[in-house]
Every structure is written in structure tokens, then in C-alpha cells.
């Protein structure tokens, strides 16, 4: 079964930081580009950052860039996302998503997505 | 940047009624690289639609896409009572600079 299981979610401090993870398992975790979206409460989906198979490519939303870090680890079938300089409206769900890439010159989509680990900003 | 705008904010329809779902572009979405994804109260979202028409793996045949360019519609022919949930649209024509509409929530009338 293709799974997604998010985890370093929590309560943090304004200007603090945390790392999430995102455990991949039931399918060949090497060969996909990989994305994280949030949610904040009672909003919509809103794309955070992307990473091609090999980690040489990353992608973010201008509102995270310079404070998030999106890296992968194949050897360990997990992806990462190291944010700091946290912010109030960083408060959401983090959602770990599969990416497909139909074209070069094109983006993703997101075809398996896990559960999502809540990060609050507050103090 | 991409402005995908949904409509209607909010459907409300009956179990057996055909819901359609409205997902307009800013400027054109190339080669209509645009996802539907269906999320459930207290859920992850699911993608239920991809490059515009395409069903994902396990969607049932009820549910349909359609358009090109800057206008794109969901249609779910025959409404389940599981099929209540919100809906959102994605483009991703725009190489790497992600855009969701604000959603659709669809509820029992």
C-alpha cells in the first residue's frame, strides 16, 4: 500500500523553528518528485515547496523562501522540511504529497498525500 | 501568478442531483495541466482529476472534467452521499509556481 506518514508537528514560538518529516513506503520513493502543502485552520490548500528525485532541485512559495528548507533523504525513503524564523501564519496543517511530472516544462500534481502534522506558531 | 477562482463558494444539492463545479483561470492554463482534488472533513485531500479530464486511479466514472484554457468544470453526474465534501482545482501548467482555487464546498440540501 502506497503511504505517507507525516510527523514533527507541534507548538512553537513565534520566530522558533521545527522539522517535519514525511516517512514514504509502498513504492519506489527514489523516482518522484515530492511536495509539501498546508492548510491553515478553516482555509484552503496552499503549496509550500517542492523536490525533484534526486534533491537537486528545489521550489518554494515566495511567503517561505530564505526560512523553509525542503530535502529528501532516498536512503532513508524520507522528506524533510526544515523551517525556521516561524511565523503566526505558518500555524496550519502540513500536508507530505506525491508529485507527478508529466513534462519537463511543466509542473506537478499531487496524487497521494498523507494524513498532515499540525504546526502551531504561537506563545 | 496564475488566480484560479471557484465557483460556486458553496452547492447545495440533493443525493441522485448532478453537481457542477466551476474552476476559471487568470490566463490561459497550458496544455490544461489542471488537477481536481476532493477533501472530506478532518481529511487529507484526494486527487480526484488530472490534466484536465483524466480520473485518477479509483475514482469512480460518476465523476468528470472538462475545458482548456482559463475555464475548467468538475461534474459528478449522480451525487453519493460520500461525494459531499470540498472541492478544490490546481493549476500546474506554470512550472513550479503552484496556484489552488479557494474551494467549492459542496453540502446536502
Known amino acids: 500500500e502506497v503511504q505517507l506518514v507525516e510527523s514533527g508537528g507541534g507548538l512553537v514560538q513565534p520566530g522558533g523553528s521545527l522539522r517535519l518529516s514525511c516517512a514514504a513506503s509502498?513504492?519506489?520513493?527514489?523516482?518522484?518528485?515530492m511536495s509539501w502543502v498546508r492548510q491553515a485552520p478553516g482555509k484552503g490548500l496552499e503549496w509550500v515547496a517542492n523536490?525533484?528525485?534526486?534533491?537537486?532541485?528545489?521550489y518554494y512559495v515566495d511567503s517561505v523562501k530564505g526560512r523553509f528548507t525542503i530535502s529528501r533523504d532516498n536512503a532513508k525513503i524520507s522528506l524533510y522540511l526544515q523551517m525556521n524564523s516561524l511565523r503566526a501564519e505558518d500555524t496550519a496543517v502540513y500536508y507530505c504529497?506525491?508529485?507527478?511530472?508529466?513534462?519537463?516544462?511543466?509542473?506537478?500534481?499531487?496524487?497521494?498525500w498523507g494524513k498532515g502534522t499540525t504546526v502551531t506558531v504561537s506563545s | 501568478e496564475i488566480v484560479l477562482t471557484q465557483s460556486p463558494g458553496t452547492l447545495s444539492l440533493s443525493p441522485g442531483e448532478r453537481a457542477t463545479l466551476s474552476c476559471r483561470a487568470s490566463?490561459?492554463?497550458?496544455?490544461?495541466?489542471l488537477a481536481w482534488y476532493q477533501q472530506k472533513l478532518g481529511q487529507a485531500p484526494r486527487l480526484l482529476i488530472y490534466?484536465?479530464?483524466s480520473r485518477a486511479t479509483g475514482i469512480p466514472d460518476r465523476f468528470s472534467g472538462s475545458g482548456s484554457g482559463t475555464d475548467f468544470t468538475l461534474t459528478i453526474s449522480r451525487l453519493e452521499p460520500e461525494d459531499f465534501a470540498v472541492y478544490y482545482c490546481?493549476?500546474?501548467?506554470?512550472?513550479?509556481?503552484?496556484?489552488f482555487g479557494q474551494g467549492t464546498k459542496l453540502e446536502i440540501k
Open positions: 504529497a506525491r508529485g507527478r511530472r508529466p513534462s519537463v516544462v511543466v509542473g506537478v500534481y499531487m496524487d497521494v
Open positions: 523536490i525533484n528525485q534526486d534533491g537537486s532541485e528545489t
Open positions: 490546481q493549476q500546474y501548467g506554470s512550472s513550479h509556481m503552484y496556484t
Open positions: 490566463q490561459s492554463v497550458s496544455s490544461s495541466y
Open positions: 509502498g513504492f519506489t520513493f527514489s523516482s518522484y518528485w
Open positions: 490534466g484536465a479530464s
